[in-house]
T-cell receptor, first 117, second 114 residues
Framework: DADVTQTPRNRITKTGKRIMLECSQT?????MYWYRQDPGLGLRLIYY???????NKGEISDGYSVSRQAQAKFSLSLESAIPNQTALYFC????????????????FGEGSRLTVL | LAKTTQPISMDSYEGQEVNITCSHN???????ITWYQQFPSQGPRFIIQ???TKVTNEVASLFIPADRKSSTLSLPRVSLSDTAVYYC???????????????FGKGTKLSVIP
C-alpha cells in the first residue's frame, strides 16, 4: 500500500459543484501539503499544515480550502469548482527536516486528476 | 524565498553524464538545495540535498560552489529511464511553522535519446 494515498484518483465534475479531494498518510509525518500542477508548469503550493492545529496558505489558495482532520488526514475542497481549476493535484507529507535530524524530503501521493467542465 | 532558474529542457544520449545547473542568486544562509525527479503523471521524488561543496549518493551528485549562488545536479551514465523533469528547490530546512515553503519552478525536462 502507498504511504500517501489520494482519493479520488480521477474526477470529472461541472462548474459550480463542490469537490473534496482527500489525502491520508501512514508515514507518521506531521507536515502535509497540497500542490497543483498544470500541463507544462511546475507544482504550485496551495495550502500546507505543520500539525493538526496549523493551516497556512500557499501561493495559490484562492478558491480552495483545507481541513486537517487528524495527523494522517488532510483534505482539499473546492467550494464552487470552475474550469480553470482543472489540474493534477498532489498531496505530500514531510517530517520536520533538519530540525528533526533529517532532510525534510517531500513524499508525494499518486495525484488526483480533476476536470471541471 | 529564493527563486531558482533552470534550463527548460535538455537532451542527452544514453550512457552520457548529464549536468543540470540551477541558479539561485538570492539564496539565504539557512537555505538548503534539494533536487526532485518527476515522471509523467507521478508525484516528484527526492533525489539529493546539499548545503555546500559536494554531495553524492547512489543516484546522483550535487555540486555547490563556495558562493552557493548556483548548484549542479550530475547524473552519471544516463539511461532511457532517466527521462523525466528535474526540479531544483531552495528552502530553509530549519524553519518552524509559517515560514517554511518549498517552491517548485517549471523544472528541466531531460530527454534521454537511445
Amino acid at each position: 500500500d502507498a504511504d500517501v494515498t489520494q482519493t479520488p484518483r480521477n474526477r470529472i465534475t461541472k462548474t459550480g459543484k463542490r469537490i473534496m479531494l482527500e489525502c491520508s498518510q501512514t508515514k507518521g509525518h506531521d507536515r502535509m501539503y497540497w500542490y497543483r500542477q498544470d500541463p507544462g508548469l511546475g507544482l504550485r503550493l496551495i495550502y500546507y499544515s505543520f500539525d493538526v492545529k496549523d493551516i497556512n496558505k500557499g501561493e495559490i489558495s484562492d478558491g480552495y480550502s483545507v481541513s486537517r482532520q487528524a495527523q494522517a488526514k488532510f483534505s482539499l475542497s473546492l467550494e464552487s469548482a470552475i474550469p480553470n481549476q482543472t489540474a493534477l493535484y498532489f498531496c505530500a507529507t514531510s517530517d520536520k527536516g533538519l530540525a528533526g535530524g533529517s532532510t525534510g524530503e517531500l513524499f508525494f501521493g499518486e495525484g488526483s486528476r480533476l476536470t471541471v467542465l | 524565498l529564493a527563486k531558482t532558474t533552470q534550463p527548460i529542457s535538455m537532451d542527452s544520449y544514453e550512457g552520457q553524464e548529464v549536468n543540470i545547473t540551477c541558479s539561485h542568486n538570492n539564496i539565504a544562509t539557512n537555505d538548503y538545495i534539494t533536487w526532485y525527479q518527476q515522471f509523467p503523471s507521478q508525484g516528484p521524488r527526492f533525489i539529493i540535498q546539499g548545503y555546500k561543496t559536494k554531495v553524492t549518493n547512489e543516484v546522483a551528485s550535487l555540486f555547490i560552489p563556495a558562493d552557493r549562488k548556483s548548484s549542479t545536479l550530475s547524473l552519471p551514465r544516463v539511461s532511457l529511464s532517466d527521462t523525466a523533469v528535474y526540479y531544483c528547490l531552495v528552502g530553509d530546512m530549519y524553519s518552524g511553522a509559517g515560514s517554511y515553503q518549498l517552491t517548485f519552478g517549471k523544472g528541466t525536462k531531460l530527454s534521454v535519446i537511445p
